[in-house]
């Protein structure tokens, strides 16, 4: 049986640095809100009717061949740096850690799919694949919603579409979203403009980590807003146009910095790489500046000696909760500081 | 015949980190101030009477059997760069360097004897030697002092002791002073305690640099104040006491750094080691600092794969005349802040 401990073993799939774009476009996420007919949504429900909502989601998933290999995580069985684990890992939602009673999440062979189930909606599935990949990820998140949808019932309107706990998903109930590393257009303060455009033409922008988080590490993480009145092919045709523009955007400006800025641009990177493979004592914020500046530099292939699933795959491993499970005790934050330094060392090595 | 650029295939004999005491004390040095009879002090007299003086001690110096393999520079006839690569040699004083007319500077094989000529006093003979030493010191720049006396006839009163233009030096013309690395002093701000209780005893304290600059590196040079009235053997023993206590100070603050903040000092010094092995541009002024925090860990054997005398050697070589007799042409301040990563990343390695 897998078990939690066994996601020590690996990292996810969307931090191999493969795909499309993938200099630029970290991971591509789509995720379906469900919720099945005749139960009220999670908020609504008492305890009881969330037990069975659990239960019959389960069931379905042990049915489903997507899920042979997966892990199925009740969270109030888990520590709260369990919790925090797959949040870092980007597993569940920070909605989801919150909560109180009975919800879980099921994750499948490496971390490509997810499903959190009692979140603000009975059942919310996700897949997430590196680079710059929508209309794959539709295809087979699409066909994994078709066999749940089969088993379970969703609750849907001819008029409306999937009916959802809170009217901003109803409809296809689907949020695309990429996360995209854009540090030289944060250098040359071109992002804001950009963030602008992008909300104006009805996309939110967000930071690494979700909702209400600043974007640590120049990771911003674009993704629709509107969910009604349109397709998903719709939908995913519109998110891939933006991104594509602001990708472009990223291209343009790290030619440029290249042109007239190589040895500034050298120095950063080389500083940064200095610093992360000397460093006794590290916090988590400056890890990830460092680690962002390494990544461009990678990305530049100015820094050849190490591949871009090492340095993606540190922005999530030298978080909290990660130090905490793999040294398998609680740290303080000193502790971690320490630790988060020695294990960068390590994997820079 | 030896030529100054040959000076560039190695560094001072003061650097090599050897001797007593060598993890705080950089170099110990003896100056002695000496005129001519029968010749106007230097800033009294005219041009014959100067080029009288330089080519009466050059006589003197070339028969002098110390001065065998030495190089003799006239300085009107060297670039400003070269001026400046002996000054941060530490060969000349600024003094000579700013001056005009006739004058000149004799160097003695691995720059351990250096004679000025016509700087304030006619003859200003030194000797540098790495570590904490200045009785084997003393007995080596008598010895040179007894025999250019014999051939010169220094202005001696039996009354004063020796004459000299500027009357602080009058009686033994003697400075003895040490070059001391005091980085924990300066972390544990006990330096300025430190520097003022010097200055009471009638010592004085300077930066790396001699007169008018900062202690930058963490370094200070101590010097007597008092010629007059004292045995050189006196002087000596004098500000070798005080030197002991500022180094038993050091060494204190050392053992204390280490069993209190062990893992802080290994992260800055870690820092940066990895910050001048990779940086690509760097200031004269963050490279010296950098320098300081390294020597501080290999002084203290925590950085066990460099040597001590790569370090101090560096604390020469980056300086801005060096970089230009290295590269052999005048670099603009950016081509050197380009040159010295690169000079430092190269001896790193």
């Known amino acids: 049986m897998t078990k939690l401990n ?18 630029i476009v970290m991971s591509s996420r789509i ?31 042990d049915k489903s061949s997507c899920f042979k290999k997966s892990l199925f995580l009740k969270l109030d069985e888990l520590s709260n740096i ?16 919150a909560k109180k009673g009975p919800r879980a999440v099921c994750i499948s062979d490496k971390e490509v799919f997810s499903i959190m189930i009692n979140e603000e909606d009975h059942l919310r599935l996700q897949i997430i694949q590196p680079g710059f990949d929508f209309s794959e990820s539709w295809r087979l998140i699409d ?15 001819s008029k409306l579409g999937f009916l959802t706990a809170c009217p901003t998903n ?12 854009l540090p030289t257009l944060v250098i040359n303060k071109r992002i804001e403009k950009i963030l602008e455009t992008i909300t104006k ?7 690494l980590y979700g909702e209400g988080t600043e974007a640590a590490g120049n990771f911003f993480q674009i993704s629709n807003q509107i969910t009604l009145g349109r397709s998903e092919t719709d939908i995913i045709n519109d998110i891939k146009r933006i991104i594509k523009q602001v990708i472009d955007h990223e291209r343009d400006s790290r030619i440029r910095l290249l042109k007239n800025n190589l040895l500034e641009v050298e120095d950063k990177i080389c500083r940064a790489y200095g610093i992360l ?35 993606n795959e540190l922005f999530v491993l030298v978080q909290p909760a990660h130090l905490q499970k793999i040294e398998g005790r609680a740290l303080t934050p000193e ?11 390590k994997r820079l090595k």
């Open 6 to 23: 066994d996601l020590l073993k690996n990292t996810g799939q969307w931090l191999k640095g493969t795909g499309a774009n993938s200099d």
């Open 31 to 61: 995720r379906l809100a469900r919720n099945l007919k005749k139960f009220p949504f999670t908020d609504w429900a008492d305890k009881k009717n969330q037990r069975a909502v659990l239960e019959k989601i389960k069931k379905a998933i």
């Open 82 to 97: 369990d919790i925090q684990f797959l949040l870092e890992r980007q597993l569940i939602s920070r909605e989801l850690a």
């Open 143 to 157: 066909r994994i919603d078709d066999e749940l949808s089969s088993n379970l019932g969703f609750a849907y309107s």
């Open 170 to 181: 109803t409809g296809t109930g689907m949020r695309a979203s990429a996360m995209l590393h």
């Open 201 to 207: 033409l009805s996309f939110a922008a967000r930071g």
């Open 277 to 311: 493979k000397n460093a006794r004592i590290i916090s988590s914020g400056e890890a990830i500046s460092l680690l962002s500046t390494l990544k461009l530099g990678v990305d530049l292939e100015l820094v050849k000696s190490i591949n871009r699933s090492l340095v």
């Open 335 to 345: 502790e971690r500081d320490m630790k988060r330094a020695q294990l960068i060392r």
